[in-house]
């Protein structure tokens, strides 16, 4: 028998594509202060590097794509310990519409650094809107929903221009020959 190890990362951009944060759910390294050649120093191994960016340790769970209950939009939710931070970062997610990249990944059970499979290290990787939060005294959830959802978002408002994507049909008659 076998273990697979997988971890999640998750890298949260806010509506102009600006990164504001990167986490992991995997590695977590004694926080308390390190005796080296008699002075204490800060151990500073709450991170995993993922395409040469680090991602440092939150405790999070991520609920993967689901259908909602109507069938129009998929979801998905990360949940939190309920705390300031948490419940802070949670609201400015929502209010602002940020989006969060969600990346799973098997990783090496020792060391765990993320392994390739035919030269990619994700085992998945979704996108999403914070689309709403809820919370009860021990966590804090948000909800995440796909890109584009019939009910509730609206898709973004473009025209196809013929610079845009070359020739457009004129008329409702369209052959193939």
Not at 26 to 35: C, I, P, Q, S
Not at 60 to 83: C, H, M, P, T
Not at 95 to 122: A, H, M
Request: charged share 20%; hydrophobic share 35%.
């Amino acid at each position: 028998m076998s273990i697979t190890t997988i971890v999640t990362f998750i890298r949260v951009k806010d509506s102009k594509g600006t990164v504001q944060d990167r986490y992991q759910n995997g590695k977590r390294d004694n926080t308390n202060a390190l005796e080296h050649n008699g002075k204490y120093q800060q151990n500073k191994g709450n991170k995993i590097e993922l395409d040469g960016e680090d991602y440092y340790f939150l405790p999070f769970i991520y609920q993967g794509a689901a259908k909602n209950r109507s069938g129009d939009n998929l979801e998905a939710a990360l949940v939190f310990a309920n705390n300031p931070l948490a419940m802070n970062r949670a609201i400015e997610a929502v209010q602002y519409k940020w989006s969060i990249e969600v990346f799973v990944c098997r990783v090496d059970p020792d060391t765990l650094n993320p392994l390739t499979t035919y030269g990619n290290p994700y085992l998945t990787q979704d996108v999403w809107l914070a689309s709403s939060m809820g919370y009860d005294p021990t966590t804090v959830e948000v909800l995440l929903s796909s890109g584009i959802d019939a009910v509730g978002s609206n898709a973004p408002n473009r025209v196809l221009t013929t610079s845009l994507v070359g020739f457009l049909p004129t008329s409702g008659q369209i052959q193939n020959r």
